[in-house]
């Protein structure tokens, strides 16, 4: 495949976790030290997206968070604002609004609660890509909606719209067999970023990926991951990939994610709560969040070999 011009979204794009007060009302104040804490580690831009705990908030809310959001990233880097709903309507009036707060791009997972054919998941990116000026990326999310988008879905959409205009994070699985085909079906157009935590990023790496969404609280290690790709760098690679898939492993599903995640920036005195809004499918058990401290322990070191 040809190798693709750097797109102005590219790097290192964390996604951020929404911090709350104890009544679960949004902690802007937090929010603001957690997106100053990005930037100063080497992130290339900021992402609100399923992490940030989006479908827990109210419409009202998001684009409250939105706006905060594209103003604290504002001449630091780039931003990229979910704006997946359960309905067109909606989604395509987050969009517009996360445009007019000046974001860099936006991101959309399919609907959820909504099996939706290909015609109408085709429709449904269709209208929001044409309701805004800025990029998509388009999410595959299948972890959370129950089953993958086709290869052919989603390379028409680039056919329709432009490389320009069409962005990927591929997230089912198989992810690199996925994403070869991807690229073959754009001719090698497409403009795709890493989503699994970081855990595939050695592997997507090498088929000329733009750049990484992980979750926030792992920037360093994954900076240390990227930079060490960048430079060629196999040996430190290597050594940083295998403690990020050790601590990852332990995060199975959204609300696992956000319990380690939310830990991990108490951690590192971004947050000082690791408040998750509920309902969750359960609380991780005491032993499995200490084994995530000792995981992330590990992580650190290998950064610091």
Not at 24 to 41: G, Q
Not at 83 to 112: F, N, Q, W
Not at 276 to 288: E, F, I, S, Y
């Amino acid at each position: 495949m040809p190798a693709l011009p750097q797109p102005a979204l590219h790097g290192v794009l964390p996604v951020f976790q929404t911090p709350y007060h104890p009544d679960e009302s949004i902690d802007f104040d937090t929010l603001a030290r957690e997106l100053d804490w990005l930037f100063v580690n080497g992130a290339d831009g900021v992402v609100m997206a399923m992490v940030s705990e989006t479908l827990r908030l109210s419409t009202e809310e998001r684009r409250e968070m939105a706006a905060f959001v594209c103003r604290a990233a504002d001449g630091r880097g780039t931003s990229v604002i979910s704006v997946g709903a359960e309905s067109s309507k909606v989604a395509c009036d987050l969009a517009r609004h996360a445009e007019e707060c000046g974001a860099t791009a936006l991101m959309a997972i399919p609907p959820v609660a909504t099996q939706a054919g290909e015609d109408s998941l085709r429709e449904y990116y269709a209208r929001i890509i044409r309701s805004v000026g800025i990029p998509v990326v388009v999410q595959d999310a299948s972890n959370y909606v129950g089953r993958p988008m086709s290869i052919e879905l989603q390379a028409g959409l680039l056919r329709e719209f432009g490389a320009d205009r069409v962005f990927y994070k591929p997230e089912a699985t198989p992810v690199v067999e996925r994403l070869v085909a991807l690229r073959a079906a754009t001719n090698g157009a497409a403009v795709v970023f890493e989503g699994q935590g970081g855990i595939a990023l050695i592997d997507t790496f090498k088929h000329g990926i733009a750049g990484t969404m992980p979750g926030a609280d792992l920037i360093k290690a994954i900076v240390a991951l990227w930079s060490a790709l960048k430079r060629s760098d196999g040996e430190l690679a290597s050594l940083i990939h295998q403690a990020l898939v050790r601590l990852i492993a332990l995060q199975p599903s959204l609300d696992t994610y956000l319990q380690v995640e939310k830990r991990l920036l108490v951690r590192q005195s971004v947050f000082s709560s690791p408040l998750v809004r509920g309902p969750m499918r359960g609380k991780m058990p005491d032993h499995l969040l200490k084994q995530a401290d000792d995981r992330f322990d590990e992580l650190m070191a290998a950064i610091e070999s």
